[in-house]
């Protein structure tokens, strides 16, 4: 019942900027954790940063200091702000959102379908 889109992938140069954004729809009460994972050919996905329904927000060490997350709640929105882009970020990037559908429903984690991002040197 919920549905993430995800946008603002693309190709750019080392030490370029990118804004990924992450839109949430359908039928949701309430938002926990929001965050941002990316996957690399041949690698595990592995979380990039997430940000709590407190505003409080956790980074990757590889990316502490270039990227910020944010939400917005009114929006249904997450978005991920990417500087100083390297080779190494390049990866495909997927929003995933903690949301119960209904008042007493269980906190499911919901998908979006990834967008690539591709740093050159």
């Given at each position: 019942q919920v549905q993430l889109v995800e946008s603002g992938?693309?190709?750019v140069q080392d030490g370029g900027s990118l804004r990924l954004s992450c839109a949430a729809s359908g039928r949701i009460y309430t938002i926990?954790?929001?965050g941002w994972y990316r996957q690399a050919t041949g690698k595990q996905r592995e979380l990039v940063a997430r940000?709590?329904?407190?505003?409080?927000?956790?980074y990757a060490d590889s990316v502490?200091?270039?990227?910020?997350?944010?939400?917005?709640?009114?929006?249904?929105?997450?978005y991920l702000q990417m500087n100083s882009l390297k080779p190494e970020d390049t990866a495909v990037y997927y929003c995933?959102?903690?949301?119960?559908?209904?008042?007493?429903?269980a906190?499911?984690?919901?998908?979006?379908?990834?967008?690539?991002?591709t740093v050159s040197s």
């Open positions: 992938g693309g190709l926990g954790t929001m940000i709590h329904s407190d505003m409080l927000a956790e502490k200091g270039r990227f910020t997350i944010s939400r917005d709640d009114a929006k249904k929105m997450v995933n959102v903690e949301a119960a559908t209904t008042q007493y429903g906190v499911r984690d919901t998908w979006g379908q990834g967008t690539q991002v």
